[in-house]
């Protein structure tokens, strides 16, 4: 059996890490680098830093059975996250009881309301919510003062002019997930020398069993032929895609559910000092044309890399908004007070696919894994709800895979 997956994130790699004992696995992807949005930049020895900010979850469970099966579980360490709100000019800590009480722009019973929220998130069912708005949600919890100040611009900078479409299922599962803290802040992981080091290992894992990867080699045309497909005029038993539903019906594939994508900008600027105040996550409230400054090392705090990685992380829908380099990086410099000469270098990633919008009634948008004779995996599939996450992208390669065992095989 032969098999084709096209785009070499980490749904395509673990789907085909599941299917390479068994059969031909061939991946195209249109990128020079594999791992999508987990790809990294080479940052001297043994150390890669990723394009897009990431860390994972104390749940991450599938993930971690991950790293345990090709051994690399001894390189996650655990770290804490801080987290700080960037108001009128000034940087808030939010990460620990005092800091919250002492946040001047929420009055006391919002602290309280909010606190209760949180504690509710816990133990509520996001998928219940899914037909109510975040923003209904969030005033009939919280009251109006707390959504403009607090969530609005937190929705705003995620989700652009669609904030007011989201659901309240991805506002609950994002407060659930993020408010697994101590008095110290939020416990978060990371790979020792990064997330590049879980698609080399993949990579290397593939490759060894015989796993065909086909760098810039994007699929332009798929083309059912009888019981098979084709795949740029080559022919597969089966074809898994991974990219998103609109992507993959303008090269032939089937029309399904309208899911709504967005796209990230992320800038990552290695810097001759710490501007975030030692915060790890600083969220952006106003206008600012990036709505989070994620103060890399100081997540990573141990000097590995030199000087200081910070992130400016955008989010758009449709084009990359007009000069947005260039706004970046004058704004960033404005208002953090950083000269030119305190830049080492920055580089901008921009991924179109970066995540659907989790709007309302998102739920009955969810692919199944196999569908008109295609499977199917991806942000788009049921474990990447109500939020995608790589934990989601390892369940969704091993579903969908053993799906293709189970019918086609
Ligand atoms: C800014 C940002 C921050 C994130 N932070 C976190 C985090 O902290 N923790 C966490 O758990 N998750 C995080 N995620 C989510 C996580 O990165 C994703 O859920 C996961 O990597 C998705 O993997 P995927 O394989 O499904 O999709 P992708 O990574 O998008 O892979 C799809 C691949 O298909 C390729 N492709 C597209 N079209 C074609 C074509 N026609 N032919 C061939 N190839 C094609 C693309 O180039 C890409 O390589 C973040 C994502 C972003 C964007």
Known sequence: MNICIIGSGLTGLVAAYHLSNTADVEILERSPDIGGCLASYDHGPDTAIEKFYHHCFSGDKYLFQLLEEIGIRDRLAWRKGSTGYYVDGAIYPLTTPVEILRYPHLSLVDKIRLGLLVLGSRTIDAETLDDIPARVFAIRRCGEHAYTSFFEPLLRSKFGDMHDQVSAAWLMSRVSIRSNRGVEGERLGYLDGGFQVLIDRLEEDLTARGCIIRRETAATALRRTGEGWQVNGSPCDAVISTISPAALQAIGGPELAPIPYQGAACMTLGLAREVTDGIYWVNM?????????????????????????????????GSVPERLEERMLADFRTRFGVGQDEIHWHRLAIEDAAGPVYTTGYRRLIQPYARAGLYLAGMFSAPNYPERSMEGAVIAGRAVAREVLGTVA
Do not use: C, M, W
């Not at 890399?296 to 990685?309: L, P, S, V």
């Open 285 to 317: 409230k106003g206008d600012a044309p990036y709505g989070a400054v994620i103060g890399h090392t100081n997540f990573i705090a141990d000097g590995r890399y030199g000087e200081h990685i910070v992130y400016l992380a955008s989010y758009y829908r």
